[in-house]
């Protein structure tokens, strides 16, 4: 069918039945909803339709209903400006960015559309092509699988929370917490705080892994501190803690704090720092007596018995700047891109002296 044809049979519906949603309406005409979300666009830039999440009303119907202020941002004519947001997990860590993110786009009176990937690539990709057939103006997204593909879509991207590729174009935007630099800032609480010989737990299989042993290497480079043991960096991925013979590398770790060989620890996640407290308790370890902890993602280490020291990833400051970057490249598409690097903090505690 003609484009033409197809603009008609668009108006015929409104006017019939006042809005349609793009999916059901592709279905119809035997087209994809991506080629009905174009048409409503076209017909939305010559006001002949008011496009809204997932289809599209007749200027006068949605005027009816349409909020009192509009965001500067919004299109002229008027029409709700909806953004997607996908991240692979609602607890733990992504709750506070998914807030920040929502209270960004209420500021902006635009709508926040949230799925979750659950860490699924496939799943993650679905979502993508579904938000888009029901229109959403732009997205974020917390990447599980490959990132090129995103340049590719027909509306702006934001990645959220992961570091750019080395091989990546710089054809989209970032925001994302400094890893690196947290890592860093652990480091040199520690050998501010007189430690010395220091070892990192951190669980490989982490999208933020990489960043936080890097930004440990360098702290410990920097502040001209000697590995205490063969391996500083511990890899808990896959251990099975207080098993014989399953590799546990926390076992290794306990065995030098208990031997005075360790005397600080940066942990990674969270639950991983409350399992390592517990345990060196059990050897009689002392925290922060004879090993200091410092947490990292700081979601439930200060309600350990011992509160523990943590860096804390600004994560709402983080879903908000993604919002910010997205609204300002939907309102000036050909302005430079950004990587936008968000610097977590300290939080001092019991567990490290503070």
């Not at 994560?315 to 970057?325: F, I, M, P, R």
Request: glycine share 10%; charged share 25%; aromatic share 4%.
């Amino acid at each position: 069918m003609h484009a033409e044809h197809r603009h008609q049979a668009i108006l015929r519906r409104l006017r019939e039945e006042g809005s349609l949603r793009v999916s059901d309406f592709a279905a119809e005409l035997g087209v994809s909803p991506v080629t009905i979300r174009r048409d409503v666009e076209a017909l939305a830039d010559r006001g002949l339709v008011a496009r809204v999440h997932g289809g599209a009303m007749l200027p006068e119907t949605w005027a009816e209903t349409a909020p009192a202020e509009v965001d500067p941002a919004a299109p002229a004519r008027g029409r709700e400006r909806v953004i997607g947001l996908i991240v692979p997990s609602a607890d733990y860590y992504y709750p506070e960015v998914i807030k920040g993110a929502r209270e960004a786009a209420t500021g902006h009176n635009v709508r926040l559309v949230l799925d979750i990937s659950g860490y699924d690539a496939d799943e993650e990709r679905t979502q993508v092509e579904r938000m888009i057939a029901d229109g959403v103006d732009g997205l974020l997204v917390v990447p599980t699988g490959p990132r090129g593909w995103y340049e590719q879509l027909p509306v702006p991207v934001v990645i959220v929370e992961r570091r750019p590729e080395a091989d990546e174009a710089a054809g989209i935007d970032h925001v994302v917490s400094d890893h690196v630099h947290g890592a860093r800032l652990a480091v040199r609480h520690l050998a501010e705080a007189g430690r010395t010989r220091l070892a990192l737990l951190v669980r490989g299989t982490s999208p933020t892994a990489q960043g936080i042993i890097e930004g440990f290497e360098a702290g410990v480079r920097a502040a001209g501190l000697e590995a205490p043991l063969p391996a500083s960096v511990l890899d808990t991925a896959g251990a099975r803690p207080g098993e014989p013979g399953s590799g546990d590398p926390v076992e290794a770790l306990l065995d030098a704090a208990a031997a005075g060989r360790v005397d600080a620890v940066v942990a990674h996640p969270d639950n991983e720092a409350l399992a390592l407290l517990r345990r060196l308790r059990a050897r009689s370890v002392q925290v922060p007596g004879d090993v200091a902890i410092v947490a990292y993602d700081d979601e439930v280490a200060g309600l350990a018995d011992i509160p523990l020291s943590a860096i804390a990833p600004a994560k709402h400051e983080v879903g908000a700047s993604a919002v910010e970057l997205l609204v300002r490249r939907l309102a000036q598409p050909d302005a430079p891109r950004h990587r936008l690097f968000v610097l977590p903090r300290l939080r001092a505690r019991s567990s490290s002296g503070g």
